[in-house]
């Protein structure tokens, strides 16, 4: 089944080392985006990349980066993580950006910074 | 400024109960899109509504989007505990990201 693949589902990560957590698809989607979702809330995008076309959201911290190295992967690098960086990231794929399709998630990974 | 506003934010019903939650937005939709989220899991598709007025089942499931385009709602009939999670809807507009709306936690208890 094409798919979005989180890795890895659970990361422990100490307090200013840097993390890298990765999402590949079989869907051969255009899109990738990056969501922080926080206990219970929405997921807030940080970041999206239409094919190799990188788009920042103005309120993503300079700690968060992104790499798309081909369609099928793409990173999302925490620079130094902070306590209140500890989260589930979730990644999402899509046809085109507007999304009219809807978006596939992966099953996220949940980022525990001590 | 929240695009997409949702209510109830919590819902706590028992099994069997009927419930509505809804999505509002003073901004037009290309689509809208409800997704469930289950705790530790990604979001998923359930359903997305196209135009104005039309209403889609999915079993007990009910979703409509507004003659304007710019709100949704889903009734759940005869909730179970198996429909416990966080909904989410999400307006699509061409050449943006989908914007989410705040969610609804709904526990169904047996």
């Known amino acids: 089944d094409a798919m979005v693949i989180q890795n890895p589902r659970y990361q422990v990560t100490q307090f200013g080392k840097p993390v890298t957590l990765s999402c590949s698809q079989t869907?051969?989607?255009?899109?990738m985006y990056w969501y922080q979702q926080k206990s219970s809330q929405a997921p807030k995008l940080l970041f999206h990349?239409?094919?190799?076309?990188?788009?920042n959201e103005a309120d993503t911290p300079d700690n968060f980066q992104s790499r798309r190295p081909n369609t099928s992967f793409c990173f999302l690098d925490i620079r130094s993580p902070g306590l209140g960086d500890a989260a589930m990231y979730l990644c999402?794929?899509?046809?085109?950006?507007?999304?009219?399709?809807?978006?596939?998630f992966g099953s996220g990974t949940r980022l525990t910074v001590v | 400024t929240q695009l997409l506003e949702q209510s109830p934010q919590f819902l706590s019903i028992q099994e069997g109960e009927n419930l509505t939650v809804y999505c509002n937005s003073s901004?037009?939709?290309?689509?809208l899109q409800w997704y469930r989220q289950e705790p530790g899991e990604g979001p998923v598709l359930l359903v997305t509504?196209?135009?104005?007025?039309e209403v889609k089942k999915l079993k007990r499931l009910t979703f409509q989007f507004g003659d304007a385009r710019k709100d949704s709602s889903l009734h759940i009939t005869a909730a179970q505990p198996g429909d416990t999670g966080l909904y989410l809807c999400?307006?699509?507009?061409?050449?943006?990201?989908?914007?989410f709306g705040k969610g609804t936690t709904l526990s169904v208890s047996s």
């Open positions: 999400a307006g699509a507009r061409a050449g943006t990201a989908l914007i």
């Open positions: 901004s037009v939709f290309s689509s």
């Open positions: 869907l051969n989607h255009n899109v």
């Open positions: 509504v196209v135009t104005g007025g």
């Open positions: 990349y239409y094919d190799k076309d990188f788009n």
């Open positions: 999402a794929t899509s046809r085109d950006t507007g999304g009219i399709n809807g978006y596939t």
